[in-house]
């Protein structure tokens, strides 16, 4: 197949991959706005209906990898295909459900499903996409989840405004429908072995990182209701769990995780990258607020719109991001991905206290689009060198890598401002001790970011001086 013939070939693949990213980005954002209307409507608590949202969180980091793993077996289409059956199942079971109780339960099984649309559009861009466009694969579908993060809010409202909560889940198996429909239409054949041994499946691996990512998804929730376990006694059993993951897999045939795919430096390097960017990128969203109504007496719906700057600039800017890297290269594009978030997070650090909203404001238009760089040219680089047996296991650990970094930067990146605060409430801190704290949270972020940066560049610096020996040596 020619290069023009490969390019048209690649639009409706893409068109269909970025409808299975929307589907699984709508149902994180879409169900956040609909929580107090089901504290009402269900007659529970607040800290009971969070584990709508939770659960559907939580299920999807602790079977990102593993959905990852199943699509380099029997097939990213057919998995693909699966995942979109599933998500659209359990979201008609959220919107038939006479109770929280198995609302929770529909969402853990949307999570199943969900896992599947995040891991699997990255490995089949890599598939069917030619070399020279992956860039822009990639862009897109980090513009098509940011273009749901910003969607979810307002269009849960407009429903709510129009109907009920139960709407938005037949409205999320709607777009799944949609996208199962596109899938089949755009991507013909798999490729892949039928015949799988039970042995591939690392049943023991699997259980274990199931059992730490649970509990490191918990402990990161701040001790949530109906979780009788400390956050401390979950975060150790998380350690624990580990642990015994790495002894287990580097002793099986066909381990979940090979560790020699982690001990490779670009690869393993792009991992760490992306779970500390996530642990960035969170600090905006949990630690942007308490400045903006603490310290600049916004209202809720005022905060709402000035955080709504951030998804709305990434949609824009996720393509061009894609972009750049096809025409620079992966690595420069990282390296100036990176080297615009330090000044963006020192910009935000400061800019606010100076101009406030319009300084905030200011902040996030440089700092998102170089979110969006380092994302695509981070993705990039990790997977077009992936062989295709381990290009859906690679796909999966970069979502659950950056999942990981967003759950870490929501606790982690709290704790850091409460401290700083040094009153432990924000309500009762003055204007100028929230900004201050608010300052030195993002300045400590900026530092976290420059780390970042050296271990891009020493990665960078390591293959150009492999590359170099190996034609000396040739």
Do not use: K
């Not at 199943?112 to 490995?123: N, T």
């Not at 020279?132 to 989840?145: E, F, Y």
């Not at 109907?163 to 996208?179: I, M, T, V």
């Not at 059993?237 to 979940?256: D, K, M, T, Y």
């Amino acid at each position: 197949m020619n290069t023009a013939s490969q390019n048209r070939t690649a639009i409706p693949v893409l068109i269909a991959l970025a409808g299975a990213t929307l589907s699984a980005s709508l149902g994180i954002s879409v169900a956040s706005v609909l929580l107090p209307t089901l504290t009402r409507s269900c007659a529970v608590s607040v800290t009971e209906v969070q584990w709508v949202v939770l659960a559907y969180l939580v299920s999807v980091t602790i079977t990102i990898v593993s959905a990852g793993r199943i699509g380099d077996l029997f097939g990213h289409r057919r998995v693909l295909m699966g995942g979109l059956i599933l998500f659209a199942v359990a979201s008609v079971i959220c919107a038939t459900a006479p109770g929280l109780g198995v609302l929770v339960a529909g969402r853990a099984a949307q999570g199943l499903g969900g896992a599947i649309l995040i891991a699997l559009p990255m490995s089949l861009a890599r598939d069917l996409v030619p070399e020279g466009r992956l860039g822009m694969a990639m862009g897109l579908l980090g513009t098509t989840s940011a273009c749901g993060t910003a969607l979810g809010p307002s269009l849960g409202g407009l429903l709510l405004a129009w109907s009920d909560w139960r709407l938005a889940f037949w409205l999320l198996s709607g777009f799944a429908c949609a996208a199962l429909v596109l899938v089949a239409w755009s991507i013909r054949s798999d490729h892949r072995r039928n015949a799988v041994s039970v042995r591939e499946l690392d049943l023991p691996g699997t259980l274990v990182l199931v059992v730490a990512l649970a509990a490191y998804a918990l402990a990161t929730s701040g001790g949530v209701a109906g979780v009788p376990v400390s956050p401390p006694v979950l975060m150790s059993g998380a350690l624990i769990a580990i642990l015994l993951f790495v002894f287990l897999e580097c002793r099986v045939a066909a381990p979940l995780v090979p560790m020699g795919l982690l001990r490779d430096r670009a690869v393993g390097i792009g991992f760490a990258m992306n779970l500390a960017i996530g642990t960035v990128m969170m600090s905006t969203l949990v630690v942007g607020p308490f400045f903006l109504a603490f310290s600049l007496g916004l209202s809720e719906a005022q905060v709402g719109l000035v955080l709504a700057v951030g998804p709305a600039v990434a949609a824009v800017s996720g393509i061009p991001s894609g972009w750049l890297t096809d025409r620079l290269g992966a690595g420069r594009v990282m390296v100036l991905g990176l080297g615009q978030i330090i000044i963006g997070l020192l910009c935000l650090a400061y800019l606010p206290r100076l101009f406030g909203v319009g300084g905030y404001v200011a902040a996030l238009m440089a700092l998102t689009p170089a979110f969006q760089m380092f994302l695509a040219a981070n993705n990039t680089a990790v997977m077009s060198g992936a062989a295709q047996a381990q290009r859906g296991r690679l796909s999966g650990l970069l979502g659950l890598s950056r999942n990981l970094g967003l759950m870490t930067g929501a606790s982690a990146m709290s704790t850091v401002f409460v401290a700083f605060l040094g009153t432990g409430d924000a309500t009762q801190a003055t204007a100028e001790e929230v900004g201050r704290a608010f300052s030195m949270t993002f300045a400590g972020t900026a530092v976290l970011a420059l780390v970042t940066l050296a271990l891009a560049l020493w990665s960078l610096a390591s293959g150009r001086y492999r590359t170099l020996s190996l034609r000396r040596s040739g």
